[in-house]
């Protein structure tokens, strides 16, 4: 099944390089008209963005996952993390 969307990206604020690897991943990713960037703190303000997210890019470790599942869990978005934790389970 393909999706059609939005590229949401997720970032977790308290690791420095985070949310600069999370802004030019949605530059390549096509820009502001067809990305979303969240902080993982706020990802729950996306919900209804996620509906029509086709993928999300988590840029963190594994807390960043965790939050960012409960939103896109339900509509069924797949997630790519990008692991910039310490221990990366």
């Not at 096509?30 to 979303?36: K, M, Q, V």
């Not at 594994?62 to 599942?69: C, H, M, P, S």
Request: proline share 4%; net charge positive.
């Amino acid at each position: 099944m393909s999706r059609e969307g939005l590229v949401g990206i997720v970032f977790n604020p308290r690791v420095a390089e985070a949310r600069g690897l999370a802004e030019a991943i949605a530059r390549k990713a096509g820009g502001e008209a067809s990305t979303w960037v969240a902080s993982a703190t706020e990802v729950d303000l996306f919900e209804e963005a996620m509906k029509l997210t086709r993928i999300v890019v988590t840029v963190g470790g594994d807390g960043t996952i965790l939050r960012t599942v409960r939103v896109a869990g339900p509509p069924g978005v797949p997630i790519l993390g990008v692991n910039l934790g310490r221990v990366g389970f």
